[in-house]
Antibody, heavy 121, light 106 residues
Framework: QVQLVESGGGVVQPGGSLRLSCAAS????????MHWVRQAPGKGLEWVAF????????YYADSVKGRFTISRDNSKNTLYLQMISLRAEDTAVYYC??????????????WGQGTLVTVSS | SSELTQDPAVSVALGQTVRITCQGD??????ATWYQQKPGQAPVLVMY???NRPSGIPDRFSGSSSGNTASLTITGAQAEDEADYYC?????????FGGGTKLTVL
């Protein structure tokens, strides 16, 4: 069965950096696009970023463009999110999510359990 | 980017039918996808495409769409259906989510 396990969350000061990882199993990771989606405490879901199955194209929400970088290592079945210049409003649970398609954001069919990022001094 | 609008809260009596709606310009071009999220849990896909249920989702869940509005209908709501429901769709090279609807089963 599909499993997505996030790690790397924690408490970071404003302006700091953090890298999230997502270990994927139970499907052919290199054949699917992948997303990061976040959810601030008590708030709704917000799409963050998408990467094509082969890593050749990446798309970002305006709120994180220039600060966050999505990447993947298909040899390790792992998705990453590098976050810099973190702000208080980036505080959220970050979910790794699998797309049903390869090339463009289409629909998320599986979600990880999430990792909490708290930006606070 | 476009937005998707959902009613913040809806309630339904046990065993009755409820419709949760989602409005947005992107829905004129792309089907809505629906997720159920219970407290402290990750979202779960419950409906996608024209009216497709993933394996394991009860057939009391159905989907429909007209113009810029998509709907998720639960026919015979059960206590376990109480949750937050989010719609989303493609919007060019992005995904966009609705603000979510909190469903209360009375």
């Amino acid at each position: 069965q599909v499993q997505l396990v996030e790690s790397g969350g924690g408490v970071v000061q404003p302006g700091g950096s953090l890298r999230l990882s997502c270990a994927a199993s139970g499907f052919t990771f290199s054949s699917y696009g992948m997303h990061w989606v976040r959810q601030a405490p008590g708030k709704g879901l917000e799409w963050v970023a998408f990467i094509r199955y082969d890593g050749s194209n990446k798309y970002y929400a305006d709120s994180v463009k220039g600060r966050f970088t999505i990447s993947r290592d298909n040899s390790k079945n792992t998705l990453y999110l590098q976050m810099i210049s973190l702000r208080a409003e980036d505080t959220a649970v970050y979910y790794c999510a699998k797309d049903k398609d390869q090339q463009l954001p289409s629909l998320v069919d599986y979600w990880g359990q999430g990792t909490l990022v708290t930006v606070s001094s | 980017s476009s937005e998707l609008t959902q009613d913040p809260a809806v309630s339904v009596a046990l065993g009755q039918t409820v419709r949760i709606t989602c409005q947005g310009d992107s829905l004129r071009s792309y089907y809505a996808t629906w997720y159920q999220q219970k407290p402290g849990q990750a979202p779960v896909l419950v409906m996608y495409g024209k009216n497709n249920r993933p394996s394991g989702i009860p057939d009391r869940f159905s989907g429909s769409s007209s113009g810029n509005t998509a709907s998720l209908t639960i026919t015979g709501a059960q206590a376990e259906d109480e949750a937050d429901y989010y719609c989303n769709s493609r919007d060019s090279s992005h995904l966009v989510f609705g603000g979510g609807t909190k469903l209360t089963v009375l």
